[in-house]
């Protein structure tokens, strides 16, 4: 009874926690059938790679590794934690989390590390992203301090291959999977769904493709990241194993049937990554054909995000908010257009820039897709013009408007290179002096360009 007093608290604090690398969601039938995410920290081989679980009638986390949590006592005893991507039981992604499922933890009897009352389930899923390492090497006991030269070849080696095979295994397969798309770039037929009668004995491509409150998530992040996950490829043919199918080498901590076998090959990662965002952008340019026809049929999403749009542009009004000019596009209630007119003061004072709102039939489980349509550089806007921003709540369109405009605004916003989707943007902003004010010159030159 504890537990379940206990976890609706902490959900309901992760999910308002403006914390981008951590998400949760839960069963509504039952509390304790806990779904995570967990993104993988930047400067790590396991660099913004993201993915998901699901257990019955447990708590169970999911990560670029994914992991099941099962804590029948919380919070008196700590969980037991079982990675659940495991590569169909194959894949050691870490000297900490076995290619078995068994995730090993500091929680012992010894001064400072033993499991508190006072930690839940966001400390569980923090821990498991502390082992994301920048180099997991050191995880493995007796080899924190090894510095030999045959340990420095094997940290550069185990961490090459981690990086490739958690681009592979917790980016592109699980978004594949809920496109419907085979490696070799055909499509295949969608998978039969699961029961949850069945879900017990789920393997790891069953979890994966089954329809789950992040299958949307991942499709927004790899839109945010896609250029990170190119330049990471770009990086690795340069300096890293650029021969294809050279093999992994096997740690001295590995053993049969606990290792991470297989071979590189980033020339088939980086087609598969450029179909998965064609995919993508397909995806939502046919959400047009698709809110057309809900509107057609007056269903009540058509007719929700229409009174929606009205009632935003009657506050608009009845405000005199004169910074903002929204429209719908052809009487299509799913395709928005704003026009955003730089106020004083900030730094976009002055310009003119509009943006594409694309919104799915099945808002707010799909959330809307912007795009710049007014080139910009900025730190929130990739390179293929996705803009980032966090709305505060999902389910109402005037908390993503809000949203949208705040990101644009930004003036000196907190460091996190989760949110900050365009890395030459980012590397000035937060670089030396010169280096900003070299940003500020550069977004400057878009703001005049915007009036021209």
């Given at each position: 009874?504890?537990?379940?007093?206990?976890?609706?608290?902490?959900?309901?604090?992760?999910?308002?926690?403006?914390?981008?690398?951590?998400?949760?969601?839960?069963?509504?039938?039952?509390?304790?059938?806990?779904?995570?995410?967990?993104?993988?920290?930047?400067?790590?081989?396991?660099?913004?790679?993201?993915?998901?679980?699901?257990?019955?009638?447990?708590?169970?986390?999911?990560?670029?590794?994914?992991?099941?949590?099962?804590?029948?006592?919380?919070?008196?005893?700590?969980?037991?934690?079982?990675?659940?991507?495991?590569?169909?039981?194959?894949?050691?992604?870490?000297?900490?989390?076995?290619?078995?499922?068994?995730?090993?933890?500091?929680?012992?009897?010894?001064?400072?590390?033993?499991?508190?009352?006072?930690?839940?389930?966001?400390?569980?899923?923090?821990?498991?992203?502390?082992?994301?390492?920048?180099?997991?090497?050191?995880?493995?006991?007796?080899?924190?301090?090894?510095?030999?030269?045959?340990?420095?070849?094997?940290?550069?080696?185990?961490?090459?291959?981690?990086?490739?095979?958690?681009?592979r295994l917790a980016v592109i397969e699980p978004l594949e999977t809920s496109l419907d798309i085979l490696?070799?770039?055909?499509?295949?037929?969608?998978?039969?769904?699961?029961?949850?009668?069945?879900?017990?004995?789920?393997?790891?491509?069953?979890?994966?493709?089954?329809?789950?409150?992040?299958?949307?998530?991942?499709?927004?992040?790899?839109?945010?990241?896609?250029?990170?996950?190119?330049?990471?490829?770009?990086?690795?043919?340069?300096?890293?194993?650029?021969?294809?199918?050279?093999?992994?080498?096997?740690?001295?901590?590995?053993?049969?049937?606990?290792?991470?076998?297989?071979?590189?090959?980033?020339?088939?990662?980086?087609?598969?990554?450029?179909?998965?965002?064609?995919?993508?952008?397909?995806?939502?340019?046919?959400?047009?054909?698709?809110?057309?026809?809900?509107?057609?049929?007056?269903?009540?999403?058509?007719?929700?995000?229409?009174?929606?749009?009205?009632?935003?542009?009657?506050?608009?009004?009845?405000?005199?908010?004169?910074?903002?000019?929204?429209?719908?596009?052809?009487?299509?209630?799913?395709?928005?257009?704003?026009?955003?007119?730089?106020?004083?003061?900030?730094?976009?004072?002055?310009?003119?820039?509009?943006?594409?709102?694309?919104?799915?039939?099945?808002?707010?489980?799909?959330?809307?897709?912007?795009?710049?349509?007014?080139?910009?550089?900025?730190?929130?806007?990739?390179?293929?013009?996705?803009?980032?921003?966090?709305?505060?709540?999902?389910?109402?369109?005037?908390?993503?408007?809000?949203?949208?405009?705040?990101?644009?605004?930004?003036?000196?916003?907190?460091?996190?290179?989760?949110?900050?989707?365009?890395?030459?943007?980012?590397?000035?902003?937060?670089?030396?002096?010169?280096?900003?004010?070299?940003?500020?010159?550069?977004?400057?030159?878009?703001?005049?360009?915007?009036?021209?």
């Amino acid at each position: 009874m504890l537990t379940k007093m206990l976890l609706p608290q902490e959900i309901k604090q992760i999910q308002q926690s403006a914390d981008v690398s951590i998400a949760v969601s839960y069963e509504d039938s039952d509390i304790r059938n806990v779904r995570a995410v967990i993104l993988g920290p930047p400067e790590t081989p396991y660099h913004f790679t993201l993915s998901f679980q699901k257990v019955r009638k447990t708590f169970s986390v999911g990560s670029s590794l994914g992991a099941h949590i099962r804590p029948p006592r919380l919070p008196c005893e700590p969980p037991t934690v079982r990675a659940a991507t495991t590569n169909g039981g194959t894949t050691r992604f870490n000297p900490n989390i076995y290619a078995g499922g068994k995730v090993c933890f500091t929680w012992t009897g010894e001064s400072g590390e033993q499991w508190s009352s006072a930690q839940g389930l966001e400390s569980v899923l923090l821990s498991i992203q502390s082992l994301m390492s920048s180099n997991p090497y050191e995880n493995e006991p007796g080899y924190e301090h090894a510095k030999s030269d045959s340990d420095r070849e094997n940290m550069v080696a185990y961490t090459e291959k981690i990086r490739h095979e958690t681009l592979r295994l917790a980016v592109i397969e699980p978004l594949e999977t809920s496109l419907d798309i085979l490696p070799d770039g055909s499509t295949k037929s969608p998978g039969v769904k699961i029961s949850e009668e069945d879900s017990e004995s789920w393997s790891d491509d069953e979890i994966i493709g089954y329809e789950n409150p992040f299958t949307d998530l991942r499709k927004r992040r790899f839109l945010w990241y896609y250029e990170s996950y190119m330049r990471l490829i770009d990086r690795e043919e340069r300096y890293g194993p650029t021969s294809r199918n050279r093999k992994f080498q096997k740690m001295p901590f590995e053993s049969a049937g606990n290792t991470m076998e297989g071979h590189f090959d980033y020339i088939a990662l980086r087609q598969r990554l450029i179909r998965i965002k064609e995919r993508i952008m397909e995806e939502t340019e046919g959400w047009h054909a698709q809110g057309l026809q809900a509107q057609k049929e007056e269903l009540g999403i058509a007719v929700n995000l229409q009174r929606q749009y009205e009632q935003i542009v009657e506050d608009l009004k009845h405000q005199k908010n004169y910074t903002i000019d929204l429209n719908i596009v052809d009487g299509n209630p799913f395709v928005w257009i704003v026009t955003y007119f730089g106020r004083p003061t900030t730094p976009l004072d002055g310009g003119i820039f509009k943006m594409k709102i694309h919104l799915s039939p099945r808002f707010p489980e799909e959330q809307p897709r912007v795009f710049m349509e007014t080139s910009i550089f900025h730190i929130r806007v990739s390179k293929e013009k996705v803009l980032c921003y966090l709305p505060k709540r999902t389910e109402e369109m005037r908390y993503h408007i809000e949203a949208i405009i705040a990101s644009l605004e930004e003036e000196s916003p907190p460091y996190d290179p989760r949110a900050t989707i365009n890395p030459d943007a980012s590397k000035l902003f937060w670089g030396s002096p010169e280096e900003r004010k070299q940003y500020r010159r550069t977004l400057r030159r878009d703001v005049e360009k915007s009036i021209e």
